[in-house]
């Protein structure tokens, strides 16, 4: 009798601590996902011979078809939904500002601007402030 009030606590405190060791501690939340509608959308630019390239996704697109397919996936897209445009390091200025340009007429408020430098791995955010004045003069500042 004994052994048998033995190996059934025995088996009692194993289910218990593999029950414990199974299930988060308490006060633990599951992280949520992001829903697919809140995601941010990257935009590749880089330079070849017949022009400037965009990809999304590994897929390639011309300036035209990169328009009309940002305006397709802002349908999509939640309100908390941006665009992050990164440019490599040999592309002009003038180049920066077509995309931004596209994704804000599709629709998107989030829009931000990366330079990546292919030499050293970095990468840099490009800010379009507001215009500031420029003298040589110090006093006309």
Request: with cysteine.
């Amino acid at each position: 009798m004994k052994t048998s009030i033995r190996i059934l606590a025995i088996l009692l405190c194993s289910g218990f601590l593999s029950g414990a060791l199974a299930t988060p501690a308490f006060g633990k939340k599951k992280k949520s996902s992001v829903s697919k509608a809140d995601r941010r959308i990257v935009v590749f630019a880089h330079k070849t011979e017949r022009g400037i390239e965009y990809r999304i996704n590994k897929q390639s697109y011309s300036a035209e078809e990169l328009n009309y397919t940002l305006g397709e996936l802002h349908i999509d897209a939640g309100k908390r939904s941006g665009v992050a445009v990164v440019l490599e390091d040999d592309m002009q200025l003038s180049d920066v500002k077509a995309v931004p340009g596209m994704a804000l007429r599709a629709g998107f408020d989030d829009v931000r601007v990366y330079v990546y430098w292919k030499s050293t791995g970095h990468m840099a955010e490009v800010l379009f402030g507001p215009v500031l004045k420029f003298s040589a003069d110090a006093k006309n500042l």
